[in-house]
């Protein structure tokens, strides 16, 4: 079996942003729960110079279909819009990206391979094949921000694990 662009990225992402949706969805429970403000956890952070829980879960949609579009477009720059306020927005956030991951046709995201494209940020421009790009740079920070999501939920007392980061695998049937 040929590994394509396609089956490297999109189900990746498709997974990691279902148990994302779910892990959110368990951390509003525990604040309503515990009788916590929802706003501790959305702003919650584990360093003071690092961007809260909100801007982790943000960053999640824009290394996956914010990369995709970026490929589309021939450049990536940082989004630099607010993250999410609280746990609708975010949940909004999540069923969208969700569902436009879902949408993508396989052949487009391979035929991205050995297209140009940049990350560019004010006067920084890095040029990428968009294989590699996807591969090297948003992939390792979609994984990033997921996992740090995750461990901020983890750190404020959610009851989560491993099987929750993981969701649900694509198994053989």
């Given amino acids: 079996m040929t590994l394509s662009l396609y089956t490297a990225t999109v189900p990746a992402f498709r997974q990691i942003v279902d148990s994302l949706a779910a892990f959110v969805a368990k951390g509003e429970a525990f604040a309503e729960t515990n009788g916590i403000d929802p706003a501790t956890l959305v702003n919650a952070k584990l360093a003071p110079d690092m961007l809260g829980f909100a801007y982790q879960v943000k960053s999640v949609t824009v290394h996956s279909v914010g990369a995709i579009a970026g490929v589309r477009a021939g450049k990536f720059a940082p989004d630099m819009t607010p993250p ?17 991951l879902a949408a993508i046709d396989p052949a487009e995201i391979d035929g991205f391979v050995g297209g140009d494209m940049a990350f ?13 790009f996807l591969l090297s740079f948003s992939l390792p920070n979609f994984y990033f921000h997921a996992t740090t999501a995750y461990d901020i939920l983890r750190w404020k007392g959610v009851p989560l694990g491993k099987r929750d980061y993981i969701g649900r695998p694509r198994i053989r049937v």
């Fill in 84 to 100: 999410p306020t609280d746990f609708a927005a975010l949940h909004a956030l999540l069923a969208e990206t969700s569902a436009t």
């Fill in 120 to 132: 560019v940020f004010r006067e920084h421009r890095m040029p990428y094949f968009a294989e590699d």
